[in-house]
């Protein structure tokens, strides 16, 4: 099995060096495609108004100043000789579950794997505001190949990516993986900050304060919060087949 890795944490990320552990478990041919600085948050983006730049580090490893989204598709058309057998994703530096979703680079990167035709998983791990070099990424470690050979032998559809979110706790007690839906419940605790620059200028900084702990049951989140590595399909047609058809029969009928 041929595998293809990318994160948007950048390529010396924590995550990234456990993410080839996992994937030196499962083939011996891993090939790493990375952005060269951290790219969180950039979402399903790709860079249009400057030159990409690749660096190879060594036989089967680049660097690109890029997103996750232009490192798969360096990789696949440009830098690889054959196309992966799969895509893996991360290890993110904290989890991707329920409207993190739609901002993640490390999503990113399994997305545009699956656009490229390939089955392709994002990996997380939940740092609960610990700082990377703290977490316990023993436990993906530990943990994804055995889960990701599963998921293998089950499959799933070429238009499904899969979302993977481990606890932030020692492999021991680090609870079973269970299938859930990403939650859509407002959760995150938003913390805008003003600030003042050097020249007495107003600036802001995004970022949060953690999670609401009242997820819905079965969500992304609730597994998280209660030590369960999370399983979810995400489905890259957004369209809502309910809606499509009312719209339909009520357009008709005006």
Same mark, same amino acid.
């Given at each position: ?39 969180? &948050? ?55 579950? @329920? &409207? ?32 990377p070099s703290t977490g316990h990424w023993d436990t993906p ?10 998921l293998i032998a089950a499959g799933w559809p070429a238009n ?6 481990f606890p932030d706790l020692p492999p021991g007690e680090t ?22 620059? &050097? ?7 995004? &970022?949060?304060? @953690? ?44």
């Amino acid at each position: 099995m041929r595998i293809l890795l990318t994160n948007d944490d950048g390529i010396n990320a924590a995550g990234f060096g456990a993410l080839q552990q996992v994937a030196a478990a499962l083939s011996d041919e891993v090939w790493c495609v990375a952005p060269e600085s951290d790219q969180s &948050g950039t979402a399903h983006s790709l860079t249009l108004h400057e030159p990409l730049r690749c660096r190879k580090l060594n036989e089967r490893m680049y660097s690109v100043r890029g997103t996750p989204t232009d490192c798969a598709i360096m990789a696949v058309h440009n830098l690889m000789p054959h196309k992966p057998d799969l895509v893996l994703s991360g290890i993110n530096h904290g989890e991707n579950a @329920g &409207g993190d979703v739609t901002y993640s680079g490390t999503i990113a990167g399994a997305i545009e794997g699956t656009l490229l035709g390939v089955p392709s998983i994002a990996l997380s791990l939940s740092l609960g505001g610990r700082k990377p070099s703290t977490g316990h990424w023993d436990t993906p470690i530990a943990h994804a190949p055995a889960l990701i050979r599963r998921l293998i032998a089950a499959g799933w559809p070429a238009n499904v990516l899969i979302n993977l979110n481990f606890p932030d706790l020692p492999p021991g007690e680090t609870l079973a993986a269970v299938v859930t839906r990403q939650s859509i419940h407002e959760d995150t605790l938003w913390n805008i900050q003003d600030r003042t620059d &050097g020249r007495g200028q107003p600036y802001f900084w995004v &970022g949060y304060e @953690g999670r609401d702990k009242n997820a819905p049951e079965g969500t992304d989140i609730w597994a998280i919060q209660r030590g369960h590595i999370s399983v979810t399909p995400l489905h890259l047609d957004l369209t809502h087949d309910a809606t499509a058809a009312k719209l339909a029969r009520d357009l008709a009928a005006t």
